[in-house]
């Protein structure tokens, strides 16, 4: 499986952003999958994932309530809703996937697939 992550940017404390993951190979909807982000000086974090069958999801605390993760497996594609966005969400941001069909596990070992990362930048 290829992940490619696609956009991120730069964005005003307050606003939305929508990040995507296109995924290539087979047995794309068969994967569970999850966004990381990773700031300057800090270890990367889940931010939240999703099981291959939608019907189970997770999230970081700090982003409950503001964003939503969201799959469309005919599509190949990943989604991650941030709303409200905080000076504190400034980092690169990964796609993954997981041959397990759902973890809420923060764990990258678990991942075995990543994608590029995109930047996304919250200005105050």
């Known amino acids: 499986v290829q992940l490619q992550a696609f956009g991120g940017g730069l964005v005003q404390a307050g606003g939305s952003l929508r990040l995507s993951c296109a995924a290539s190979?087979?047995?794309?909807?068969?994967?569970?999958m999850g966004w990381f982000r990773q700031a300057p000086g800090k270890e990367r974090e889940l931010v939240a994932s999703?099981?291959?069958?939608?019907?189970?999801?997770h999230y970081v605390d700090s982003v409950t309530g503001r964003s939503t993760i969201s799959r469309d497996n005919a599509k190949n594609m990943v989604y991650l809703q941030m709303n409200a966005l905080k000076r504190e969400d400034t980092a690169v941001y990964y796609c993954?996937?997981?041959?397990?069909?759902?973890?809420?596990?923060?764990?990258?070992?678990?991942?075995?697939?990543w994608g590029q990362g995109t930047q996304v930048t919250v200005s105050s």
């Open positions: 190979g087979r047995s794309f909807s068969s994967y569970a």
């Open positions: 999703i099981s291959w069958s939608t019907t189970k999801t």
């Open positions: 993954a996937a997981s041959v397990l069909d759902y973890t809420a596990s923060g764990r990258s070992e678990l991942y075995d697939y």
